[in-house]
């Protein structure tokens, strides 16, 4: 099955600076990568995803980017503020069938 | 729009008691249906999925089930709970035939 490997576990970063958070997939057969953000205590939150035929979506601040020859990708997420801090997630897969990251926890120091 | 919803928030049962959580969807027909476990400090494992009324998809053998008795109602079940089964569980919806989850809210599972 998939294998999806994240990093790092933890980030800390100042306001206003860029955060970076990148995942790892083993099956080639995955072709949809989403990312979710979860703030303590509730459901994960979609806040970008990205398919295989695309090689990077941006949304405003955050953006990610897919490198399907090496299996990576990962998410940016710039000019960061405090209400970005939360717990985020990447996940690979095709239809019905996601496998997760293990998060990263982000902190934005004021 | 449409919401999910699931039932109750947080639950405390002692081992070997039996459960039932609840998932409900509003403002979508037919939509494929989810159960995940999230273990703390941990990523989300894939339960099971379910495609249609009673149609389910075991992705983890354990002591629990799933059933669909409604188009928009998704029941996770144990008949024996285990201290293991202790975790934070959710329910997603995505439409019938596309890529996007959406999850609910949680069920925070404390088995003691």
């Known amino acids: 099955g998939e294998n999806v490997e994240q990093h790092p576990s933890t980030l800390s970063v100042q306001e206003g600076d860029s955060a970076v958070i990148k995942c790892t997939y083993s099956d080639s057969a995955s072709n949809y990568f989403p990312w979710y953000k979860q703030e303590l205590g509730k459901g994960p939150q979609l806040i970008i995803d990205?398919?295989?035929?695309?090689g990077e979506k941006k949304d405003q601040r955050i953006a990610v980017t897919l490198n399907k020859t090496a299996k990576h990708f990962s998410l940016h997420i710039t000019e960061t503020q405090p209400e970005d801090s939360a717990v985020y997630f990447c996940?690979?897969?095709?239809?019905?069938?996601?496998?997760f990251g293990t998060g990263t926890s982000l902190t934005v120091i004021p | 729009s449409q919401t999910i919803h699931q039932w109750p928030a947080t639950l405390v049962q002692p081992v070997g008691s039996p459960l039932s959580l609840e998932c409900t969807v509003e403002?979508?027909?037919?939509?494929?249906l989810y159960w995940y476990r999230q273990a703390a400090g941990r990523g989300l494992q894939l339960l099971f999925y379910?495609?249609?009324?009673?149609?389910i998809s075991s992705e983890v053998p354990q002591n629990l089930s799933a059933s669909r008795p409604q188009d928009r109602q998704f029941i996770l079940s144990s008949k024996k709970l285990l201290l293991s089964d202790s975790g934070f569980y959710l329910c997603?919806?995505?439409?019938?035939?596309?890529?996007?989850?959406?999850f609910g809210p949680g069920t925070r599972l404390t088995v003691l």
């Open positions: 990205i398919r295989s035929n695309v």
């Open positions: 379910s495609v249609g009324i009673g149609q």
């Open positions: 996940a690979a897969g095709t239809r019905n069938q996601f496998y």
């Open positions: 403002g979508t027909s037919n939509p494929n």
């Open positions: 997603a919806w995505s439409v019938g035939g596309t890529d996007t989850q959406y």
